[in-house]
């Protein structure tokens, strides 16, 4: 399965974002897809997951309230809203799939990856 995520850029505090991340090559409804960044000097950690059966979603605490992963079937498409940016939002955010995977924050559990996209919060 590929993944391809994009939307990111440069937005200011309190901006939003929309980033997408499409899903292609196998059967899109049989994958968790998950949402990673990285900022620099850090390691790659969890954002927000989706599960295979698109009803469980899950955020990591510090982007409780703020951000929401939604999916379409339909496009093949997991989205990851992004409002109330702050600078400690900011690096390179990748999409994962897990195949039947409850798209829960164990990142050894997803196995494919996109190429990610930068976002950039300025205070």
């Known amino acids: 399965v590929q993944l391809q995520a994009f939307g990111g850029g440069l937005v200011q505090a309190g901006g939003s974002l929309r980033l997408s991340c499409a899903v292609s090559?196998?059967?899109?409804?049989?994958?968790?897809v998950g949402w990673f960044r990285q900022a620099p000097g850090k390691e790659r950690e969890f954002v927000a997951g989706?599960?295979?059966?698109?009803?469980?979603?899950y955020n990591t605490d510090s982007v409780k309230g703020r951000f929401t992963i939604s999916g379409d079937n339909a496009k093949n498409a997991v989205y990851l809203q992004m409002n109330s940016l702050k600078p400690e939002d900011t690096g390179v955010y990748y999409c994962?799939?897990?195949?039947?995977?409850?798209?829960?924050?164990?990142?050894?559990?997803?196995?494919?990856w996109g190429q990610g996209t930068e976002v950039t919060v300025s205070s």
């Open positions: 994962a799939a897990d195949r039947k995977g409850s798209g829960g924050s164990r990142i050894h559990e997803y196995a494919y």
């Open positions: 090559g196998r059967t899109f409804s049989n994958y968790a």
């Open positions: 989706i599960s295979w059966t698109g009803t469980s979603t």
